[in-house]
T-cell receptor
Framework: RKEVEQDPGPFNVPEGATVAFNCTYS??????FFWYRQDCRKEPKLLMS???SGNEDGRFTAQLNRASQYISLLIRDSKLSDSATYLC????????????FGKGTKLSVKP | NAGVTQTPKFQVLKTGQSMTLQCAQD?????MYWYRQDPGMGLRLIYY???????DKGEVPNGYNVSRLNKREFSLRLESAAPSQTSVYFC???????????FGAGTRLSVL
């Protein structure tokens, strides 16, 4: 299994749709996870942290399944402004605590 | 709140030229990072600095050097630029509640 693996997409959905992205990881010792959002030609920005089984922030829900080693991101009622690439981020492990960034899943929300 | 500031935003170099990318953060974070991002490759760690006075290699350090000048500043140097170093470079710092990583706006570098 790769360190972090995401479906690259693109996911093309209409406004108002619900869309889910999955991310698998290989380091079973990882404790904290993140979803970042990256707009075209911009820097990645934190969307959500995922520390336990999951958490919710408005239209966004992140879930963690430690047994199967995957993280999911659910976006409800998609907006045009949600169009971006979503990066799954997992700790590399080791004492330095560096992060591994997935290659990202591209979402395009259409009118 | 400036966060992480990178300069320059754009740069074009000829093969063999050298340059230094500057990065500064005002969040009092201990850890700082340099990544490159290429199409289809995602973000790859070049070098990092876990604290002032220390630096370590990441996944793709060849052709680069770094300096952690003080707690705020972490620079990346290309001694002899090559076309393979054409990329978007991001600096980041990490710390604070939740130990979140914050990125600068990036430097778009082209090596001809």
């Amino acid at each position: 299994r790769k360190e972090v693996e995401q479906d690259p997409g693109p996911f093309n959905v209409p406004e108002g749709a619900t869309v889910a992205f999955n991310c698998t990881y290989s380091n079973s010792a990882s404790q904290s996870f993140f979803w970042y959002r990256q707009d075209c030609r911009k820097e990645p920005k934190l969307l959500m942290s995922v520390y336990s089984s999951g958490n919710e922030d408005g239209r966004f829900t992140a879930q963690l399944n430690r047994a199967s080693q995957y993280i999911s991101l659910l976006i409800r009622d998609s907006k045009l402004s949600d169009s971006a690439t979503y990066l799954c981020v997992v700790p590399r492990g080791g004492s330095q605590g560096n992060l591994i960034f997935g290659k990202g899943t591209k979402l395009s929300v259409k009118p | 709140n400036a966060g992480v500031t990178q300069t320059p935003k754009f740069q074009v170099l000829k093969t063999g030229q050298s340059m230094t990318l500057q990065c500064a953060q005002d969040m009092n974070h201990n850890s700082m990072y340099w990544y490159r991002q290429d199409p289809g490759m995602g973000l790859r760690l070049i070098y990092y600095s876990a604290s002032e006075g220390t630096t370590d290699k990441g996944e793709v350090p060849n052709g680069y050097n770094v300096s952690r000048l003080n707690k705020r500043e972490f620079s990346l140097r290309l001694e002899s630029a090559a076309p393979s170093q054409t990329s978007v470079y991001f600096c980041a710092s990490r710390g604070g509640p939740g130990n979140i990583q914050y990125f600068g706006a990036g430097t778009r570098l082209s090596v001809l």
